[in-house]
């Protein structure tokens, strides 16, 4: 059974930093990638950004490249997401996502909230 445990979530005021990890039971390298996606309210789960097996990253779109990296530690198996100059915006439950090999099965994390408020 594959788990997938994110922390690092909080309340955090605009223009702070949050680090979020995702700590896997699996070796990163069965995965074929690994990422974090966020769902904010009334609103679709949306891709923020993935890192795969070769260690290549990419980041969903504009409103997060260069503010969000994500990083992988593979002596501990953590998928990490730093997240910096925080927005309003950006307050979401976020979520650790990792594909299998076959790319045919997709894990969940349980989210982790951050909240972006004054």
């Known amino acids: 059974q594959v788990q997938l445990v994110e922390s690092g979530g909080g309340l955090v005021q605009p223009g702070g930093s949050l680090r979020l990890s995702c700590a896997t039971s699996?070796?990163?390298?069965?995965?074929?990638?690994m990422g974090w996606y966020r769902q904010a309210p009334g609103k679709q789960r949306e891709l923020v950004a993935t890192?795969?097996?070769?260690?290549?990253?990419?980041y969903a779109d504009s409103s997060v490249k260069g503010r969000f990296t994500i990083s992988r530690d593979v002596a501990k198996n953590v998928v990490y997401l730093q997240m910096n100059s925080l927005k309003p915006e950006d307050t979401a439950v976020y979520y650790c996502n990792a594909q299998s090999q076959s790319a045919t099965i997709t894990y969940w994390g349980q989210g982790t909230q951050v909240t972006v408020s004054s």
């Open positions: 699996e070796n990163i390298f069965s995965f074929l990638a």
């Open positions: 890192i795969i097996r070769g260690g290549i990253t990419q």
